[in-house]
């Protein structure tokens, strides 16, 4: 591929995809990035460089095979260069004193002397800061398509050799979602309490309440619910603001309204935002979009709410149906500048009547009584697996001052009662087993009680009536034995005295 792609020197990957059996290629780059631009890349070939220091000639020999040889040639200057076939190379002979102009001024070609790397032979010649996208003999093509559906919906830049490479940069394009589509296994996978489930995430465009409604759908089956909401904050600039707000996505905008206002500086010389608030909140029951706004470090913000998580869609009106191309419409002076956090940190690049549409997405914010994982969370903006919230999931970071910062609050709030719930109601059971076990302890011991009496226990009358017949026979055999002994007596008594 004969360009270069840059992007502030920032990691940038290509993948393909078949949109409709047509492959496209797919560069992706980190979101805070700056644009994506093509320029025609230095032209390197191989050959000689010689100085003839009594003629004050320099000499320049090509071969046949160096690159880009004929757009070389095209754009030497022949009324300062000599031209030579010399067998199978060419010579471009010129004085050292205007080297300068060995080139046509609007060649793409510097006016500067080549570069010569004396151990490899190579020459090497660059192109002007205003060249093309790509070199000249390149014969290739990039078309910039929005996708939707998995169908083309609209065309951007084309980028051709004679495209100009001021025009060959591609700025960060919301309007292709932050999202990464998948659907079955390639979806979401929720694994709750209940069990697990998988949602499908149908296009990158698709809106944080899609979601959410789709994981309530199966939270029967999981245990884990969703809630979703849209907020984004803006630094304002100073100017006029003509545009169309809608929600929905990049291919099919709903309940899309138009605004148009001024926004001047106040009186402390920061942007008065009233006239723009008004405009937007008085379309609210249309579009479910409110616009407040707060200041930070002295400076005002406006934000963008949609309470339940519908995309924010900023165009410069609507063409058959979906978005422009554009975000401002064309004269509007002003500038939106998406910021984040205390700091204002800047996230993308201003959107204004020269930058694409911008779609905003919200967060997707799950709950669940009991421990969940969300398997390929990244779709959406989490880690590939998260069990909580990455951050504002605790009660210690609820935060109130702002409505996004209220009903993010809300949602934790009512994880947390749900968990208590919960644990009191797994309390309560194990209380109900320890009185269950405790009475059925204290039967076994009344049973226990009652059989040692039954063995052990005497039986009064029965011994009463041993003992008296034990008493009876005892008193019988002390009489016969007296009886026994008076006879005895008797019987001495008889006999004669001697």
């Known amino acids: 591929m004969a360009a270069a792609i840059s992007s502030a020197g920032i990691k940038i990957s290509g993948t393909t995809q078949l949109v409709n059996g047509t492959p496209v290629l797919k560069l992706t780059y980190p979101a805070n990035d700056k644009d994506i631009s093509f ?20 000499t320049v020999t090509l071969p046949d095979s160096a690159p880009h040889l004929n757009s070389l040639l095209s754009a030497v200057n022949q009324n300062v260069v000599s031209v030579t076939r010399t067998g199978s190379s060419t010579q471009l002979t010129y004085p050292a004193s205007g080297q300068g102009d060995v080139f046509i001024a609007d060649s793409n070609i510097t006016q500067n002397p ?24 390149s014969t290739g093509m990039f078309q910039e398509v929005h996708i939707e559906n998995d169908a083309f919906s609209s065309r951007g830049t084309l980028i051709t050799s004679n495209t100009p490479a001021s025009e060959a940069i591609i700025p960060p394009n919301t309007y292709y979602g ?26 990158e465009t698709e809106s944080a309440a899609s979601i959410a409604a789709a994981v309530n759908a199966v939270s029967q089956q999981t245990g884990v619910t969703a809630k979703a909401y849209t907020s984004a904050s803006f630094l304002v600039a100073t100017g006029s603001y003509t545009f169309t707000l809608s929600n929905g996505s990049s291919g099919l905008p709903m309940n899309a309204v138009n605004i148009s206002a001024s926004v001047n500086n106040a009186a ?3 942007p008065n935002l009233n006239a723009l608030l008004t405009a937007i909140n008085q379309q609210t ?19 963008l709410t949609n309470a339940n998580g519908s995309n ?7 063409v058959n149906g979906q978005l422009a191309s554009t975000a401002l419409a064309a004269g509007s002076t002003g500038s939106l500048q998406a910021v984040s956090g205390s700091t204002q940190a800047l996230i993308g690049y201003p959107i204004n009547s020269g930058s694409h549409t911008a779609l905003i997405q919200g967060a997707v914010q799950f709950a669940s009584a009991s421990a969940y994982r969300i398997n390929n969370g990244d779709m959406i903006g989490f880690s590939s697996q998260v069990s909580r919230l990455q951050s504002g999931s605790a ?3 609820i935060d109130v001052s702002t409505q996004e910062g209220a009903q993010r609050t809300i949602a934790i709030v009512d994880q947390a009662l749900n968990y208590l719930n919960q644990q009191a109601s797994e309390l309560g059971a194990t209380q109900t087993r320890i009185q269950v076990s405790v009475a059925n302890d204290q039967s076994s011991a009344t049973n226990m009680q009652s059989a040692q009496s ?9 011994t009463t009536a041993q003992l008296t017949k034990y008493q009876i026979l005892q008193q019988a055999g002390i009489s016969t034995l007296a009886q026994e002994n008076a006879l005895q007596q008797a019987y001495l008594k008889l006999l004669p005295a001697g």
Do not use: C, H
């Open 114 to 137: 080549p570069t010569v790397n004396s151990s490899s032979g190579s020459i090497t010649y660059t192109q002007n800061n205003g060249g093309s996208a790509m070199a000249p003999d």
């Open 312 to 318: 924010i869609n900023i165009s410069a009106g609507l």
């Open 454 to 462: 039954t063995v052990q226990d005497a039986n009064v009358a029965r």
């Open 178 to 203: 932050s999202f990464s589509s998948g659907t079955g296994s390639s979806g979401l996978n929720i694994q709750g309490p209940f069990g697990s489930a998988q949602v499908d995430v149908n296009t």
């Open 285 to 303: 029951a249309v579009t479910g979009i409110a616009a407040s706004s707060r200041v930070i470090n002295g400076k005002p913000e406006l934000i």
């Open 39 to 58: 320029s025609g890349p230095p032209y390197v070939t191989s050959g000689s460089y010689d100085y003839n220091s009594q003629t004050n000639e320099i």
């Open 268 to 270: 402390d010389g920061q």
């Open 395 to 397: 009660l210690a970071d």
